[in-house]
């Protein structure tokens, strides 16, 4: 995550190792984890080696505590094991 106190600039999310046709998710949670809204949809991956990565710019403010979160999914649609979330704070 790229940005400057609450404000976010962009997001990029790394995963490994690759799976075919990877796809990623960006969401919105509160600070207890709690569902807020979608940021950016099902996302194509691009990868280097055994690494899937996808960046998104964002150029928005969140409230405080907020997390954004990702989840990947591979070419049959399975959700993959695994939720990264990042904090926004001051």
Known sequence: MYGSGLHVDSVTTARTP????AQAFLTLRD?????KRNLRGWTPANTTGETDHTSWS??????DGSRLCTEWKDLSGQILPGMSCMIIHR
Not at 18 to 21: C, E, K, T, W
């Open 18 to 21: 690759h799976r075919i046709q």
């Open 58 to 63: 964002i150029n928005e403010n969140f409230p």
């Open 31 to 35: 600070k207890n984890g709690k569902w």
